[in-house]
């Protein structure tokens, strides 16, 4: 069946650091992939998406990029800041369900310190 | 506009007692989904409905779980009798209808945190 892998958290960088979470995927078809965030007290949020391969979606200086060959979708920043620390979920949509029903991965913890 | 907004925030019972969380989707959203995290473990998908209609209850548990959405507006979740298995976050999220291509952003409330003693 469909589902999504996460990089097993939690993350903990300094401040202006290279960010990288690695998310694979497993699904029939075409997906659309997703990066939500969740921020302290907060409810989930889209940060980007991506709709077909090769496709690079970005938001915030976040940016992540549609890999089929690979299956992957990580998520990238070049330079985290302390507002940053948040849990991160990557997502997909199945791809043969025009539900709008989401696959999320188990979520990575990222925490930046000043 | 009001996001989406659950209720209660944390509730805390203990085992075999019954609770009801309730989530209240953006207005004219008619998806609304449930999901529950648990333990710090993947979202996990629980039901869909569109307007009042049950479209995907596949990710339902089992039978101690009831989700309803009267008049396709507000929804409900009672677990009863709720387990030690069922503590987690409930979250809820709606979107837009969009007909056959529901690929768009899910907006999601707070979470609801049960912990079953």
């Known amino acids: 069946g469909n589902s999504v892998t996460q990089m097993e958290g939690p993350v903990t960088l300094s401040e202006e650091a290279f960010l990288t979470i690695n998310c694979t995927y497993t699904a029939t078809g075409y997906p659309s992939l997703f990066w939500y965030v969740q921020y302290p007290g907060e409810g989930l949020q889209l940060l980007l998406k991506?709709?077909?391969?090769?496709d690079k979606g970005s938001n915030k200086g976040f940016e992540a990029t549609y890999r089929k060959e690979t299956t992957s979708f990580h998520l990238e920043k070049g330079s985290v800041q302390v507002s940053d620390s948040a849990v991160y979920f990557c997502?997909?949509?199945?791809?043969?369900?025009?539900?709008?029903?989401?696959?999320f991965g188990q979520g990575t913890t990222l925490q930046v310190k000043p | 506009e009001a996001g989406v907004t659950q209720f209660p925030s944390h509730s805390v019972i203990e085992k075999g007692q019954t609770v009801t969380l309730r989530c209240d989707p953006i207005s004219g959203h008619d998806n609304l989904y449930w999901y529950r995290r648990v333990m710090g473990k993947e979202i996990k998908f629980l039901l869909h409905?569109?307007?009042?209609?049950?479209?995907?209850e596949s990710g339902m548990p089992n039978n101690r779980f009831l989700a309803e959405r009267t008049g396709g507006t507000y929804s409900t979740l009672k677990v009863q009798p709720a387990e030690l298995e069922d503590s987690g976050v409930y979250f809820c999220a709606s979107s837009p209808f969009e007909g056959r291509t529901n690929t768009g952003e899910l907006f999601f409330g707070e979470g609801s945190r049960l912990t079953v003693l």
């Open positions: 409905f569109v307007k009042e209609s049950k479209q995907d």
């Open positions: 991506a709709t077909k391969a090769d």
């Open positions: 997502a997909l949509s199945d791809p043969f369900s025009n539900t709008g029903k989401l696959i």
